[in-house]
């Protein structure tokens, strides 16, 4: 019989519109603005005490909150005031110190039974919802005095090679080298020495009142390049972590000398984005100290670990290291085979190795051990002259064995660290390893949550563009092709329906050229309806039964629709491949369209053309 679905198809469409349905419906439900808790290591836990403090923070400031949760890792503070998080945020973080991170989150409204079927609003870009702003500030003049004390030592050791012998040698805080020596003769020994052996610092000679000193300090070029490569890197590593978190349509890129800016588009824990790239973690490499060694040539560093710091206090750690996490090529997590504990499987590249295996070959028995490096920035609030409250970023650097291990045989390019507290510590220290090391540390200048960047009267202008657009398409299609419109405009609302759940299945993030897709998609859905009732038309005009004309019309129409939305779908995705941010954006709306609109308009359509005409044995005319 014809115009007539076996009984499986229809319950196919069916089910797939049901999906639809559901996958969709959580993108009505508003997110509220919230606080979120976490630590500055994943090892720490948000508890009830933790979650006390903040609220007594908020009661004391009079900010009114509601709705307060712990899952055990993270804490969460909704709001009723969504103007008020900034000033929650820093009224919690004074209160809670630097051992907390303390975020600005959306906190979802979605009912429970959704989230049990896996299904979540989608993201919004920036340019619509906004997302997180971070702007960091990289410690250049870190570099500078790690690389002036490097030259330091070097000019030293090269002096005396040279026989150049000076009575003294410092390095000031503005690091200038200061060399002096007792005679003019050795001045100029060693001036042309350092001209030969370091072209790269500015050399200035001090002869006055039987004083002969050589003053070295770095070339203002020298300085460039050291501040090009320090941002550089960090650019390099602060794009490799944001690809870890899986954000989509990131901006990581550098602002004037110094600093440099993160924009993560419709990301909802901003707390486990600030963690993972906010964070400066290194290792270091250093031999334990033995008993006898000078006061001077080492130092004191305490376990990490809670549990070995009660039972060993601290360590005595020589002050040359073997190596740092620089030369880390890779890292992964792992179990120990014998005890189950976490631990971090390193690779190093072929210098480090090298440094490794000559240090350790020499040192069989004694223990190294392995310094993590973390760079925290508190945040100290002072009052102006007028009255407005400041906030300066403090920078601390704490440096804490994770691993004291003895020696057993000299180690290469691959090894293990052990002693870490947890799988999600072992897993977020391989992640920064493999990252790749920070080349100087950072600090977060400013932090926020950014609303849309092309205001909100574009945003409103796009959002009535599709609304304007799907209302008169309705209802030109109702009023063209009446009962076949009618069909055709409950396809067209499944086909928005399925691509919101299709983009919130997959997390693609919307942005307004998203939104231009969408309108564009809605005109290519209703093409292909219109492609198949004028085809129906013609038929009838053909002399054909209107049984047989329908059958026909969608039959004969269907390579012609497939023909054009190959094409188109050939176009979007070549778009996704060579265009930036926002076309990008464009062209994954305009792709899932493509696909939801061939469904609803060829499957979904006839199925209920089918409903309304198919099987009546005496069907005289059509209303098309």
Not at 72 to 98: F, N, P, S, Y
Not at 311 to 327: F, P, V
Not at 347 to 361: E, F, I, N, P, V
Not at 588 to 600: A, D, E, K, R
Request: glycine share 8%; charged share 20%; hydrophobic share 45%.
């Amino acid at each position: 019989m014809l115009n007539r679905y076996p009984l499986w198809k229809n319950l196919m469409i069916l089910f797939i519109a049901l999906l639809g349905f559901i996958y969709s419906l959580p993108n009505i439900y508003e997110p509220d603005s919230a606080i979120q808790l976490s630590g500055q290591s994943t090892a720490m836990q948000i508890d009830d005490r933790a979650l006390s403090m903040a609220t007594a923070a908020l009661d004391k400031a009079g900010i009114e909150y509601f709705g307060e949760e712990s899952t055990g890792k993270t804490g969460l503070i909704r709001m009723r005031d969504g103007e008020q998080q900034l000033a929650a945020k820093k009224v919690i973080q004074q209160a809670m110190g630097i051992d907390y991170v303390v975020a600005l989150n959306l906190a979802s409204t979605t009912p429970a039974w959704l989230e049990n079927l896996g299904a979540g609003p989608m993201k919004l870009g920036l340019d619509l919802k906004g997302g997180v702003h971070f702007l960091l500030e990289v410690d250049t003049a870190s570099v500078f005095a790690k690389r002036m004390k490097s030259d330091f030592k070097e000019v030293k050791s090269t002096l005396r090679k040279t026989k150049a012998h000076y009575t003294s040698a410092s390095l000031d805080e503005n690091n200038v080298i200061t060399v002096e020596f007792a005679s003019l003769e050795l001045l100029n020994s060693a001036n042309s020495t350092v001209r030969s052996e370091f072209p790269s610092l500015q050399r200035e000679k001090i002869e006055e009142n039987e004083r002969f000193a050589l003053r070295l300090q770095m070339s203002q070029q020298q300085v460039k390049e050291i501040e090009d490569y320090a941002v550089g890197q960090n650019l390099t590593t602060l794009r490799n972590r944001v690809n870890e978190l899986g954000v989509s349509e990131p901006i990581v890129q550098r602002q004037g000398r110094s600093r440099i800016v993160v924009q993560l588009p419709g990301v909802q824990d901003t707390a486990e984005a600030k963690r993972i790239i906010g964070k400066t973690a290194n290792l270091e490499f250093r031999l334990e100290a033995r008993p006898a060694e000078l006061v001077t040539r080492k130092e004191r560093f305490e376990f990490r670990g809670q549990q070995d710091k009660r039972r060993y206090g601290g360590a005595d750690i020589e002050k040359k290291q073997i190596l740092s996490g620089d030369h880390v090529a890779n890292a992964q997590s792992s179990f120990d085979g014998d005890t189950g504990q976490p631990q971090v499987n390193i690779t190093l590249d072929s210098a480090g190795g090298t440094k490794m295996h000559r240090s350790t070959r020499n040192n069989v028995g004694r223990r190294m051990a392995v310094l993590f490096i973390e760079y925290k920035t508190r945040m100290d609030y002072s009052i102006n002259e007028a009255g407005e409250q400041i906030a300066t970023p403090v920078q601390i650097v704490e440096k804490k064995i994770i691993s004291l291990a003895t020696i057993q045989s000299a180690l290469g390019v691959q090894f293990r660290i052990t002693g870490l507290d947890n799988p999600a510590e072992a897993s977020e220290l391989a992640l920064l390893l493999r990252a790749g090391a920070l080349a100087a540390p950072m600090y977060f200048v400013e932090e926020r949550t950014i609303g849309p960047s092309l205001g909100a009267e574009n945003i409103q202008l796009g959002v009535k563009s599709v609304q304007i657009g799907l209302a008169l398409v309705l209802l030109f299609m109702l009023v063209y092709y009446r009962a076949f419109g009618f069909a055709a405009n409950i396809a067209l609302t499944l086909n928005l329906m399925l691509l919101l759940a299709c983009m919130s299945i997959l997390g693609a993030t919307l942005t307004l050229p998203g939104i231009a897709g969408i309108v564009l998609t809605v005109g290519m859905a209703v093409d292909a309806n219109v492609l198949i009732f004028s085809r129906i038309r013609e038929e009838l005009k053909n002399g054909l039964s209107p049984q047989s004309a329908i059958s026909a019309g969608f039959d004969r129409a269907f390579t012609t629709i497939l023909d054009a939305n190959l094409t188109t779908l050939i176009v979007a995705v070549i778009l996704y491949s060579i265009g930036s941010g926002p076309v990008q954006g464009f062209a994954v709306t305009l792709s899932i369209g493509i696909l939801t609109s061939m469904f609803t308009a060829i499957m979904g359509t006839r199925m209920l053309v089918n409903f309304m005409y198919g099987g009546r044995r005496q069907v005289t005319k059509l209303w098309i």
